[in-house]
């Protein structure tokens, strides 16, 4: 578990634009199984890709006409219960740190493995997205 004081900043790149942080699981119960609409979950991380792809990708794609009605992050090795009830969401993908889902009316509807994050621009994550948000939001 990484200490809260060192995750604050990389929680707050996301934070600071909208994302609601769910730290329990009672939350992101809440979050998914309330919904209507869309939401994009992120399952964030403070590995390289992140820092340099997944966060700035993220918020990238904000900028597009169409975007999610809710944004969510959880926060891999800080907020443990709140990340493994995102991760049973996003089931059959396997656990994947960073990740992000989009979720319309509580389903699945598309995600990034860490494996689609890591060696891609943020630019690159950005426009995966906003094809996303055009087909579901």
Do not use: W
């Not at 909208?18 to 992101?28: C, I, K, M, P, R």
């Not at 944004?71 to 656990?95: C, D, Q, S, W």
């Amino acid at each position: 578990m990484y200490p809260l004081e060192l995750v604050m900043p990389m929680a707050k790149e996301l934070t600071d634009h909208g994302f609601d942080g769910l730290t329990s699981a009672e939350e992101v119960d809440d979050a998914i199984q309330n919904m209507e609409g869309t939401m994009l979950l992120v399952v964030n991380s403070v590995c390289g890709c992140a820092a340099a792809m997944a966060r700035p990708g993220t918020r990238l794609a904000l900028t597009n006409d169409k975007t999610p009605d809710r944004l969510a992050t959880v926060f891999a090795g800080v907020h443990i219960e709140a990340t493994n009830k995102a991760r049973e969401y996003m089931l059959p993908y396997p656990p994947s740190s960073p990740s992000i889902a989009l979720f319309k009316d509580g389903k699945l509807v598309h995600v990034l493995e860490r494996h689609h994050i890591e060696g891609r621009s943020a630019e690159m994550i950005a426009d995966n997205l906003r094809m996303a948000f055009d087909t579901f939001c």
